[in-house]
């Protein structure tokens, strides 16, 4: 037997999902972080099953250039304007923890693939948000991998 919830089906880009891994699942309350190694190990495992289907995506700049757009979008569409001002617990870490690894996995992922000056903007960003926010801890690991 299988379940399917679609209360928030729609349609989309299907590298939207594939780079939940990368940016810690934006749109969930249960956002902790992620062991370093996983989140590529689980992109790959969702290139290899989406090659399956959209033979496009086996070709890796496509899949890379997708993903990375993805990310973007992601990263923005889940960023709080009001987290400037203040902090909130959203869940099990707060909105600040979240933005701050998001900010710094997006560094690493834009400069891995191939983009620079996005990689900078971020790095530059993740230091003033450092600076401006050294009262936040880092977010933890879920707890199954500590």
């Known amino acids: ?30 956002v902790n972080r992620l062991p370093d190694d996983l989140p590529d190990l689980l ?6 099953r989406l ?3 959209i033979p496009e995506a086996a070709e890796d700049r496509h899949f ?11 990263f923005a569409s889940n ?5 400037f001002e203040s902090d909130r617990r959203w869940g099990i870490s707060t909105l600040r923890q979240r933005n701050l690894l998001r900010v710094r996995i997006f560094e ?8 620079p000056a996005i990689a900078d903007a971020c790095g530059t ?4 948000i450092d600076t401006r926010w050294s009262d936040v801890e880092p977010m933890p690991i879920y707890p199954a991998f500590r």
Do not use: K, N
Not at 19 to 30: D, G, R, T
Not at 108 to 115: L, P
């Open 108 to 115: 690493r992922t834009a400069g891995a693939h191939g983009y």
């Open 64 to 74: 890379h250039d997708g993903l990375v757009a993805a990310s973007v979008v992601g």
């Open 1 to 30: 037997m299988w379940l399917l919830d679609f209360e928030w089906a729609e349609i989309r880009h299907a590298l939207i999902d594939g780079a939940f891994p990368w940016i810690h699942v934006p749109s969930c309350w249960c």
């Open 51 to 53: 090659a399956e289907g």
């Open 43 to 48: 992109v790959g495992i969702y290139w290899s």
């Open 79 to 83: 960023t709080c304007s009001d987290v």
């Open 125 to 128: 960003l993740g230091e003033q």
